[in-house]
């Protein structure tokens, strides 16, 4: 039997921090209402593109698992802001890393993409398509972030990681999960102004408002991972005092720990980076896993649980067990470029470049939902 080992992992975290005093410096809000109803106290804001987040953080990646390039048969990025629709964000980062011999793919689930990449990967490795693949989860929510809205403005964040998984013997990797989608509440998390339907609207490109409804989105946020969890155990066979650490998506503190409640699980077994990044979407489950091995909290042979919910509203959740192996194989020098600019002054030049396609945006006909 073939299992996915992941063997390589590194982050990439844009260098500006926008905490909470920063968002109420230019929007109606305060650091005491972002706290009390998210955790939320600071965020990254990316002065480059995903495509340079990606890289740096797919080369630790490589160099953590000692792997040459060459060797990878296959580039996943999951993420829902693509530098580009055509051709795309894989392709660049297979150039940029040197995999020539890769395939290469997006994966569009919204704030599940990685763990959705995760799954594709562990399937092709484990029937035998591919041996070795990089999967990554990057998101740049800052440049079509509707600023001008309170309710979402506060809640998101940019970053990226990655992991390299290779075929084992050993039963390591994914052991077992569940994947979902509540097609019915689509309509509730929403960025209109991305996508053919826009542009063929008139919509310029970079204009966005957000349809969002952040009560029930909570609701079925804490159901999917809730329900994902239990049937990801069920598959696996253990129950959920033999997880040592859940790593889960971190949009809200508040639903992190309803999904703890209803699986059982007390806070000292769930890693939380959600008060210093907030929702890097896509990003923030392998950013947290990255960051729980850096901090000693991911052990050898350790089980871990990975609920997560995203735009859709897709949920899932893996069940991982860890290899022998825990530090990195090795290092490397790569950097992403300085940034010259706060992260107050990104976002205000974003705001200055969009015009306001808010009334069309609102009245466009949508075919689903
Ligand atoms: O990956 C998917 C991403 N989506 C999510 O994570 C959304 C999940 N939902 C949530 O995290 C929460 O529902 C929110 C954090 C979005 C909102 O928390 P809440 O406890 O559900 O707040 P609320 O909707 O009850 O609060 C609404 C009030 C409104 O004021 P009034 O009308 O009650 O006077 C808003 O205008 O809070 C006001 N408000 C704010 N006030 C200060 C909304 N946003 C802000 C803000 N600062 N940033």
Known sequence: MTYAAITGWGKCMPPAVLDNAGLASFMDTTDEWITTRTGIKERRVSHVPMTLLSHVASMRA???????PKDIDLVVLGTCSADEQVPNTASAIQ?????????????NTACTSFLYGLSTA????????VRNALVVGVEGITPYMDWSNRNVAVLFGDGAAAVVVQASDKAEGVIAEKLGCYADARGILRVRGMGTIYGNAGVQLGDTTWDFDGQEIFK??????????????????????????????????????????????????????????????????????????????????????TPAFGGGL???SHVIRWGDRVTPLGTTDIDLPPCMQTAVEIVQDIIKRKSSSSAVLQKIALPCG
């Open 62 to 68: 490589l160099a953590c698992a000692g792997m040459d």
């Open 95 to 107: 150039l940029l890393i040197g995999a020539s011999k890769a395939a290469a793919m997006d994966i």
């Open 122 to 129: 562990t399937a092709m490795i484990r029937t035998g398509v």
């Open 220 to 305: 079925r946020a804490v159901h999917g991972m809730s329900r994902a969890s239990q049937a990801a155990l069920e598959r696996a066979g253990i129950t959920t005092d033999q997880i040592d650490l859940v790593v889960p998506h971190q949009a809200n503190l508040r639903i992190i720990e309803s999904v703890a409640k209803h699986c059982g699980i007390s806070m000292d077994r769930v890693y939380v980076t959600v008060h210093k990044y907030g929702n890097m979407s896509s990003a923030t489950v392998p950013v947290a896993l990255v960051e729980a091995l850096e901090e000693g909290r991911v052990k050898p042979g350790s089980i871990l649980l």
């Open 314 to 316: 897709t949920w899932c």
